[in-house]
Protein backbone atom coordinates (compact mmCIF):
# COMPACT_ATOMS: atom_id res chain seq x y z
CA UNK A 1 0.00 0.00 0.00
CA UNK A 2 0.96 3.67 -1.00
CA UNK A 3 2.47 4.98 2.28
CA UNK A 4 1.03 8.26 1.90
CA UNK A 5 -2.83 6.62 2.06
CA UNK A 6 -3.86 5.05 5.56
CA UNK A 7 -5.39 2.43 5.51
CA UNK A 8 -8.95 1.96 6.18
CA UNK A 9 -11.55 -0.18 7.87
CA UNK A 10 -14.71 0.25 4.88
CA UNK A 11 -18.15 -1.23 4.94
CA UNK A 12 -19.56 -1.47 1.49
CA UNK A 13 -23.65 -2.00 2.15
CA UNK A 14 -24.85 -3.17 -1.55
CA UNK A 15 -27.62 -5.38 -2.37
CA UNK A 16 -25.37 -6.61 -5.38
CA UNK A 17 -23.03 -9.06 -4.26
CA UNK A 18 -21.03 -8.86 -7.63
CA UNK A 19 -20.91 -5.48 -7.61
CA UNK A 20 -19.94 -5.26 -3.72
CA UNK A 21 -17.22 -7.39 -4.42
CA UNK A 22 -16.08 -5.74 -7.46
CA UNK A 23 -15.56 -2.56 -5.18
CA UNK A 24 -13.98 -4.21 -2.26
CA UNK A 25 -11.63 -5.92 -4.69
CA UNK A 26 -10.43 -2.51 -6.00
CA UNK A 27 -10.22 -0.79 -2.16
CA UNK A 28 -7.80 -4.40 -1.23
CA UNK A 29 -5.14 -3.82 -3.55
CA UNK A 30 -4.14 -0.57 -2.16
CA UNK A 31 -4.73 -2.04 1.40
CA UNK A 32 -8.02 -1.25 2.49
CA UNK A 33 -9.75 -4.19 4.73
CA UNK A 34 -13.50 -4.38 3.32
CA UNK A 35 -16.27 -5.95 5.12
CA UNK A 36 -19.71 -6.48 2.69
CA UNK A 37 -23.24 -6.73 3.51
CA UNK A 38 -26.09 -6.79 1.46
CA UNK A 39 -28.59 -5.54 3.14
CA UNK A 40 -29.90 -2.37 5.78
CA UNK A 41 -30.40 -4.88 8.68
CA UNK A 42 -27.18 -6.35 8.36
CA UNK A 43 -25.57 -3.12 7.31
CA UNK A 44 -27.27 -1.50 11.23
CA UNK A 45 -25.69 -4.73 13.10
CA UNK A 46 -22.28 -3.81 11.53
CA UNK A 47 -22.56 -0.36 12.44
CA UNK A 48 -23.65 -1.12 16.17
CA UNK A 49 -21.02 -3.79 16.21
CA UNK A 50 -18.01 -2.60 14.31
CA UNK A 51 -15.66 0.13 14.32
CA UNK A 52 -15.76 1.97 10.06
CA UNK A 53 -13.65 4.70 9.18
CA UNK A 54 -15.95 4.36 5.93
CA UNK A 55 -19.16 3.45 5.12
CA UNK A 56 -19.60 2.78 1.28
CA UNK A 57 -23.85 2.26 0.80
CA UNK A 58 -25.89 1.99 -2.45
CA UNK A 59 -28.93 5.08 -2.34
CA UNK A 60 -31.37 2.24 -3.46
CA UNK A 61 -31.86 -1.52 -2.28
CA UNK A 62 -34.86 -3.66 -1.76
CA UNK A 63 -36.05 -3.70 1.68
CA UNK A 64 -36.40 -6.37 4.38
CA UNK A 65 -40.25 -5.89 4.47
CA UNK A 66 -40.23 -2.56 4.96
CA UNK A 67 -38.58 -2.85 8.35
CA UNK A 68 -36.64 -0.03 9.92
CA UNK A 69 -38.75 2.60 8.01
CA UNK A 70 -37.28 1.08 4.67
CA UNK A 71 -39.71 2.43 1.81
CA UNK A 72 -41.00 -0.74 -0.55
CA UNK A 73 -39.12 -0.19 -3.15
CA UNK A 74 -35.59 0.93 -1.14
CA UNK A 75 -35.83 4.37 -2.45
CA UNK A 76 -34.73 5.80 1.00
CA UNK A 77 -32.40 2.41 2.11
CA UNK A 78 -28.91 4.04 1.25
CA UNK A 79 -30.31 7.25 3.64
CA UNK A 80 -31.29 4.97 6.61
CA UNK A 81 -27.55 4.02 6.08
CA UNK A 82 -26.25 7.12 6.39
CA UNK A 83 -28.78 8.26 9.06
CA UNK A 84 -27.21 5.39 11.15
CA UNK A 85 -23.72 5.59 10.12
CA UNK A 86 -23.50 9.30 11.57
CA UNK A 87 -25.90 8.21 14.74
CA UNK A 88 -23.38 4.86 15.41
CA UNK A 89 -20.38 5.48 13.67
CA UNK A 90 -19.90 9.70 14.06
CA UNK A 91 -16.12 9.16 13.42
CA UNK A 92 -16.68 7.42 10.03
CA UNK A 93 -17.52 9.28 6.38
CA UNK A 94 -20.08 7.84 4.05
CA UNK A 95 -19.55 7.54 0.53
CA UNK A 96 -23.07 6.96 -1.52
CA UNK A 97 -23.44 4.88 -4.74
CA UNK A 98 -26.43 5.48 -7.06
CA UNK A 99 -26.97 5.06 -10.25
CA UNK A 100 -30.53 7.05 -10.51
CA UNK A 101 -29.43 10.62 -10.13
CA UNK A 102 -31.91 11.62 -7.40
CA UNK A 103 -31.41 15.70 -7.08
CA UNK A 104 -33.61 15.44 -3.66
CA UNK A 105 -32.34 13.20 -2.36
CA UNK A 106 -28.60 14.13 -3.57
CA UNK A 107 -29.34 17.45 -1.58
CA UNK A 108 -30.79 15.89 1.39
CA UNK A 109 -27.89 13.35 2.25
CA UNK A 110 -25.51 16.59 1.52
CA UNK A 111 -27.55 18.18 4.63
CA UNK A 112 -27.18 15.24 6.62
CA UNK A 113 -23.74 14.87 5.74
CA UNK A 114 -22.62 12.09 2.90
CA UNK A 115 -19.18 12.67 2.32
CA UNK A 116 -19.48 12.76 -1.83
CA UNK A 117 -21.33 10.76 -4.11
CA UNK A 118 -20.15 8.51 -7.23
CA UNK A 119 -22.44 7.11 -10.18
CA UNK A 120 -22.85 3.61 -11.54
CA UNK A 121 -20.73 3.18 -13.72
CA UNK A 122 -17.95 3.13 -11.42
CA UNK A 123 -14.69 4.76 -12.52
CA UNK A 124 -12.81 2.63 -10.44
CA UNK A 125 -9.85 4.27 -10.71
CA UNK A 126 -11.92 7.73 -9.39
CA UNK A 127 -13.88 5.56 -6.98
CA UNK A 128 -10.18 4.38 -5.24
CA UNK A 129 -9.61 7.72 -5.29
CA UNK A 130 -12.37 9.40 -3.78
CA UNK A 131 -12.24 6.37 -0.53
CA UNK A 132 -8.46 7.15 0.08
CA UNK A 133 -9.89 10.99 0.74
CA UNK A 134 -12.57 10.14 2.40
CA UNK A 135 -10.07 7.86 5.00
CA UNK A 136 -7.50 10.78 4.73
CA UNK A 137 -9.92 12.89 6.03
CA UNK A 138 -11.08 10.04 9.19
CA UNK A 139 -7.21 9.73 10.02
CA UNK A 140 -6.83 13.64 10.09
CA UNK A 141 -9.43 13.75 12.78
CA UNK A 142 -7.56 11.16 14.34
CA UNK A 143 -4.50 12.63 14.30
CA UNK A 144 -4.62 16.25 14.18
CA UNK A 145 -1.83 17.88 12.24
CA UNK A 146 0.30 15.28 11.95
CA UNK A 147 -0.48 13.58 8.68
CA UNK A 148 -1.81 16.55 6.92
CA UNK A 149 1.41 16.31 4.66
CA UNK A 150 -0.06 13.11 3.30
CA UNK A 151 -3.30 14.29 2.00
CA UNK A 152 -1.93 16.89 -0.19
CA UNK A 153 -0.10 14.23 -2.97
CA UNK A 154 -2.54 11.85 -2.91
CA UNK A 155 -6.14 13.36 -4.43
CA UNK A 156 -7.48 11.97 -7.68
CA UNK A 157 -5.40 11.32 -10.97
CA UNK A 158 -2.60 13.00 -10.78
CA UNK A 159 -3.94 15.36 -8.13
CA UNK A 160 -6.81 16.53 -10.57
CA UNK A 161 -9.59 16.85 -7.84
CA UNK A 162 -12.96 15.84 -10.01
CA UNK A 163 -15.79 13.99 -9.89
CA UNK A 164 -18.40 15.50 -12.63
CA UNK A 165 -19.09 13.96 -15.71
CA UNK A 166 -17.43 15.90 -18.08
CA UNK A 167 -14.55 15.69 -16.25
CA UNK A 168 -14.33 11.91 -15.74
CA UNK A 169 -15.03 11.89 -19.64
CA UNK A 170 -12.02 14.47 -20.07
CA UNK A 171 -9.69 12.09 -17.39
CA UNK A 172 -10.55 9.22 -19.23
CA UNK A 173 -9.25 10.43 -22.78
CA UNK A 174 -6.04 12.04 -20.73
CA UNK A 175 -5.39 8.04 -20.11
CA UNK A 176 -5.98 7.45 -23.93
CA UNK A 177 -3.89 10.19 -25.22
CA UNK A 178 -1.07 9.66 -22.76
CA UNK A 179 -0.35 6.12 -24.24
CA UNK A 180 0.41 7.57 -27.98
CA UNK A 181 3.18 10.68 -28.71
CA UNK A 182 0.49 12.82 -30.26
CA UNK A 183 1.04 16.31 -29.65
CA UNK A 184 -1.97 17.68 -27.61
CA UNK A 185 -4.05 20.87 -27.50
CA UNK A 186 -5.62 21.89 -24.37
CA UNK A 187 -7.95 24.42 -24.67
CA UNK A 188 -9.89 26.17 -22.06
CA UNK A 189 -10.74 29.61 -19.88
CA UNK A 190 -7.43 30.87 -18.03
CA UNK A 191 -7.46 29.10 -14.61
CA UNK A 192 -8.93 25.92 -15.82
CA UNK A 193 -6.10 23.45 -14.69
CA UNK A 194 -4.64 22.66 -18.24
CA UNK A 195 -0.93 22.63 -17.21
CA UNK A 196 -2.33 19.77 -14.45
CA UNK A 197 -3.66 18.34 -17.50
CA UNK A 198 -0.19 18.64 -19.79
CA UNK A 199 1.41 16.67 -16.27
CA UNK A 200 -0.98 14.22 -16.25
CA UNK A 201 -0.27 13.80 -20.39
CA UNK A 202 3.17 13.32 -19.58
CA UNK A 203 2.97 11.09 -16.24
CA UNK A 204 0.98 8.62 -18.20
CA UNK A 205 3.19 8.80 -21.02
CA UNK A 206 6.02 6.27 -22.10
CA UNK A 207 7.86 9.17 -21.60
CA UNK A 208 7.30 9.78 -18.06
CA UNK A 209 11.07 8.85 -16.93
CA UNK A 210 11.86 12.35 -19.12
CA UNK A 211 11.69 15.80 -18.50
CA UNK A 212 8.37 17.73 -18.55
CA UNK A 213 9.28 21.44 -19.21
CA UNK A 214 7.18 24.31 -19.18
CA UNK A 215 7.08 27.57 -21.06
CA UNK A 216 4.89 30.94 -21.52
CA UNK A 217 4.50 31.98 -24.53
CA UNK A 218 2.55 34.90 -23.25
CA UNK A 219 4.10 38.36 -21.75
CA UNK A 220 7.66 37.50 -23.68
CA UNK A 221 9.44 39.76 -26.10
CA UNK A 222 10.19 37.55 -29.55
CA UNK A 223 13.92 37.73 -28.89
CA UNK A 224 13.49 36.09 -25.28
CA UNK A 225 11.22 33.47 -26.32
CA UNK A 226 13.21 32.48 -29.23
CA UNK A 227 16.40 32.37 -27.23
CA UNK A 228 14.77 30.20 -24.18
CA UNK A 229 13.42 27.99 -27.13
CA UNK A 230 16.22 27.61 -28.91
CA UNK A 231 19.12 28.63 -26.48
CA UNK A 232 22.60 30.02 -28.56
CA UNK A 233 25.94 29.34 -29.20
CA UNK A 234 28.72 31.42 -27.51
CA UNK A 235 29.00 35.50 -29.02
CA UNK A 236 25.37 34.99 -30.63
CA UNK A 237 24.47 38.18 -29.50
CA UNK A 238 26.02 40.95 -26.45
CA UNK A 239 26.06 39.07 -23.62
CA UNK A 240 26.09 35.98 -24.73
CA UNK A 241 29.55 34.25 -23.32
CA UNK A 242 28.90 30.47 -23.36
CA UNK A 243 26.87 28.38 -24.85
CA UNK A 244 23.37 27.42 -23.99
CA UNK A 245 20.91 24.83 -24.30
CA UNK A 246 17.13 25.92 -24.52
CA UNK A 247 14.10 24.04 -23.70
CA UNK A 248 13.83 22.06 -26.12
CA UNK A 249 17.26 20.19 -25.97
CA UNK A 250 16.82 20.35 -21.96
CA UNK A 251 13.25 18.71 -22.38
CA UNK A 252 14.99 15.94 -25.06
CA UNK A 253 17.89 15.09 -22.55
CA UNK A 254 20.34 17.52 -23.49
CA UNK A 255 22.41 17.44 -26.61
CA UNK A 256 24.48 14.26 -26.27
CA UNK A 257 20.92 12.71 -26.07
CA UNK A 258 21.33 11.57 -22.50
CA UNK A 259 17.98 10.15 -21.20
CA UNK A 260 14.89 9.85 -22.46
CA UNK A 261 13.52 12.21 -24.71
CA UNK A 262 10.69 14.08 -22.48
CA UNK A 263 8.04 16.27 -22.99
CA UNK A 264 7.42 20.23 -23.57
CA UNK A 265 4.72 22.00 -22.54
CA UNK A 266 4.10 25.82 -24.60
CA UNK A 267 1.45 27.29 -22.81
CA UNK A 268 -0.68 29.99 -24.40
CA UNK A 269 0.60 29.13 -27.47
CA UNK A 270 -2.39 31.17 -28.61
CA UNK A 271 0.21 34.46 -28.02
CA UNK A 272 3.29 33.16 -30.24
CA UNK A 273 4.44 35.75 -32.35
CA UNK A 274 3.58 34.76 -35.93
CA UNK A 275 7.56 34.73 -36.88
CA UNK A 276 7.83 32.69 -33.88
CA UNK A 277 4.98 30.17 -35.22
CA UNK A 278 7.09 29.47 -38.25
CA UNK A 279 10.29 28.35 -36.25
CA UNK A 280 8.32 26.04 -34.60
CA UNK A 281 6.49 24.56 -37.30
CA UNK A 282 9.64 23.98 -39.01
CA UNK A 283 10.71 21.84 -35.51
CA UNK A 284 7.82 20.06 -35.46
CA UNK A 285 8.22 19.11 -38.96
CA UNK A 286 11.58 18.22 -39.02
CA UNK A 287 12.14 17.63 -35.24
CA UNK A 288 15.75 19.60 -35.49
CA UNK A 289 16.60 23.06 -33.80
CA UNK A 290 19.06 25.66 -34.77
CA UNK A 291 20.41 27.48 -31.74
CA UNK A 292 20.76 31.18 -32.25
CA UNK A 293 24.26 31.99 -33.59
CA UNK A 294 24.74 28.60 -35.06
CA UNK A 295 24.38 27.02 -38.49
CA UNK A 296 24.15 23.42 -37.15
CA UNK A 297 20.96 21.72 -36.68
CA UNK A 298 20.57 19.18 -33.30
CA UNK A 299 18.39 16.45 -33.32
CA UNK A 300 15.64 16.23 -30.77
CA UNK A 301 13.12 13.99 -29.00
CA UNK A 302 10.28 15.59 -27.42
CA UNK A 303 6.39 15.54 -27.12
CA UNK A 304 4.73 18.86 -27.63
CA UNK A 305 1.89 19.78 -25.34
CA UNK A 306 -0.14 23.00 -25.76
CA UNK A 307 -2.51 24.97 -24.75
CA UNK A 308 -4.55 28.25 -24.88
CA UNK A 309 -7.39 29.79 -23.64
CA UNK A 310 -7.92 31.42 -27.07
CA UNK A 311 -10.22 30.78 -30.12
CA UNK A 312 -7.70 29.39 -32.55
CA UNK A 313 -9.58 29.25 -35.60
CA UNK A 314 -10.75 33.11 -34.73
CA UNK A 315 -7.19 33.63 -34.84
CA UNK A 316 -6.71 31.54 -37.79
CA UNK A 317 -9.39 33.71 -39.87
CA UNK A 318 -7.72 36.71 -38.54
CA UNK A 319 -4.37 36.49 -39.55
CA UNK A 320 -3.07 35.87 -36.24
CA UNK A 321 -2.48 32.00 -36.16
CA UNK A 322 -0.87 30.05 -39.14
CA UNK A 323 -3.48 27.12 -39.63
CA UNK A 324 -0.60 25.01 -40.58
CA UNK A 325 0.53 25.04 -37.39
CA UNK A 326 -2.74 24.90 -35.30
CA UNK A 327 -3.05 21.27 -37.05
CA UNK A 328 -0.04 20.18 -36.71
CA UNK A 329 0.27 20.94 -32.66
CA UNK A 330 -3.62 19.26 -32.65
CA UNK A 331 -3.11 15.95 -33.31
CA UNK A 332 -5.51 15.32 -29.96
CA UNK A 333 -7.17 17.94 -28.26
CA UNK A 334 -8.32 18.27 -24.71
CA UNK A 335 -11.16 20.98 -23.51
CA UNK A 336 -11.36 21.77 -20.18
CA UNK A 337 -15.25 23.40 -19.17
CA UNK A 338 -15.11 26.15 -17.13
CA UNK A 339 -15.44 25.67 -13.41
CA UNK A 340 -18.86 27.03 -13.72
CA UNK A 341 -20.21 24.43 -15.83
CA UNK A 342 -18.89 21.89 -13.44
CA UNK A 343 -20.10 22.84 -9.95
CA UNK A 344 -20.09 19.07 -8.35
CA UNK A 345 -16.28 19.58 -8.18
CA UNK A 346 -16.07 22.68 -6.65
CA UNK A 347 -17.15 21.06 -2.74
CA UNK A 348 -14.47 18.57 -3.59
CA UNK A 349 -12.28 20.91 -4.61
CA UNK A 350 -12.31 23.49 -1.48
CA UNK A 351 -12.42 20.11 0.98
CA UNK A 352 -8.92 19.29 -0.24
CA UNK A 353 -7.80 22.73 -0.73
CA UNK A 354 -8.64 23.41 3.00
CA UNK A 355 -6.41 20.49 3.62
CA UNK A 356 -4.15 21.44 1.83
CA UNK A 357 -3.72 25.31 3.60
CA UNK A 358 -4.01 23.44 6.53
CA UNK A 359 -0.56 21.66 5.79
CA UNK A 360 0.76 24.39 4.38
CA UNK A 361 0.13 26.65 7.48
CA UNK A 362 1.00 24.42 10.30
CA UNK A 363 -2.64 23.99 11.70
CA UNK A 364 -2.84 21.44 13.83
CA UNK A 365 -6.35 19.90 12.28
CA UNK A 366 -8.00 20.55 8.78
CA UNK A 367 -10.70 23.51 9.76
CA UNK A 368 -14.38 22.42 8.99
CA UNK A 369 -16.75 24.62 6.42
CA UNK A 370 -20.27 25.15 7.10
CA UNK A 371 -23.27 24.30 4.62
CA UNK A 372 -23.71 27.88 4.07
CA UNK A 373 -20.26 28.76 3.39
CA UNK A 374 -19.71 25.96 0.86
CA UNK A 375 -23.13 26.94 -0.89
CA UNK A 376 -22.21 30.22 -1.60
CA UNK A 377 -18.85 28.84 -3.13
CA UNK A 378 -20.91 26.67 -5.44
CA UNK A 379 -23.08 29.16 -6.85
CA UNK A 380 -20.57 31.96 -7.63
CA UNK A 381 -19.65 32.28 -11.47
CA UNK A 382 -15.99 32.06 -10.57
CA UNK A 383 -14.79 33.42 -13.60
CA UNK A 384 -10.86 32.95 -12.65
CA UNK A 385 -11.97 29.48 -12.52
CA UNK A 386 -9.86 27.02 -10.34
CA UNK A 387 -6.98 29.05 -10.04
CA UNK A 388 -9.06 31.64 -8.48
CA UNK A 389 -11.36 29.04 -6.52
CA UNK A 390 -7.68 28.39 -4.51
CA UNK A 391 -6.41 31.39 -3.74
CA UNK A 392 -9.80 32.31 -2.34
CA UNK A 393 -10.02 28.81 -0.50
CA UNK A 394 -6.18 29.74 1.09
CA UNK A 395 -7.73 33.26 2.17
CA UNK A 396 -10.35 31.66 4.08
CA UNK A 397 -7.90 29.19 5.88
CA UNK A 398 -5.87 31.85 6.85
CA UNK A 399 -8.35 33.72 7.75
CA UNK A 400 -10.69 31.20 10.16
CA UNK A 401 -7.29 30.54 11.70
CA UNK A 402 -8.24 26.99 12.43
CA UNK A 403 -11.58 27.72 13.02
CA UNK A 404 -15.03 26.40 11.33
CA UNK A 405 -14.97 28.19 7.76
CA UNK A 406 -17.89 30.32 7.71
CA UNK A 407 -19.37 32.64 5.65
CA UNK A 408 -17.46 36.03 7.34
CA UNK A 409 -14.53 34.02 6.24
CA UNK A 410 -15.38 34.49 2.47
CA UNK A 411 -13.99 37.62 0.54
CA UNK A 412 -16.64 40.37 0.34
CA UNK A 413 -16.48 40.30 -3.18
CA UNK A 414 -17.28 36.31 -3.53
CA UNK A 415 -19.89 36.99 -1.09
CA UNK A 416 -21.84 39.70 -2.98
CA UNK A 417 -20.27 39.17 -6.45
CA UNK A 418 -22.96 37.93 -9.31
CA UNK A 419 -24.12 34.33 -9.66
CA UNK A 420 -24.54 32.07 -12.35
CA UNK A 421 -27.52 30.33 -12.20
CA UNK A 422 -27.33 27.25 -11.35
CA UNK A 423 -26.81 24.14 -12.96
CA UNK A 424 -30.22 21.73 -12.29
CA UNK A 425 -29.08 19.02 -10.32
CA UNK A 426 -25.95 19.92 -8.58
CA UNK A 427 -25.76 18.61 -4.82
CA UNK A 428 -26.01 21.22 -2.32
CA UNK A 429 -27.58 23.56 -4.58
CA UNK A 430 -31.54 24.08 -2.90
Not at 249 to 271: Q, R, V
Request: glycine residues 10%; hydrophobic residues 40%; charged residues 25%.
Amino acid sequence: MNQETPRAQVLIVDDEAAHADVMADALRKPGHVCTIVTGVDKALEELRGGAFDVIVTDLRMPSSGGRHGVAPDGADAGMKVLAAARALQPQAETVMVTAHGDVATARAAFKEGVFDFIEKPLDLLLFRSLINRAAETVLLRHTGGEHLSNLVQHAGFEGIIAGSEPMRRILQSVKSVAASNLPVLITGESGSGKELIAQAVHRNSPRRNGRFVALNCAGQSESLLEDQLFGHVRGAFTGAEKDREGVFEYASGGPAGGGNGGTIFLDEIGDMPLTMQAKLLRVLENGEIVRLGSNEPRRIDVRFVSATNRDLRAAIAEGRFREDLYFRIRGAEVHLPPLRDRREDIPRIVRHAIARYACEIRLEGVPDITDAAMMRLTSYAWPGNVRQLLNVTQNMVVMSAGATIDIQHIPEEIVSGDDDDPAPGIPGIP
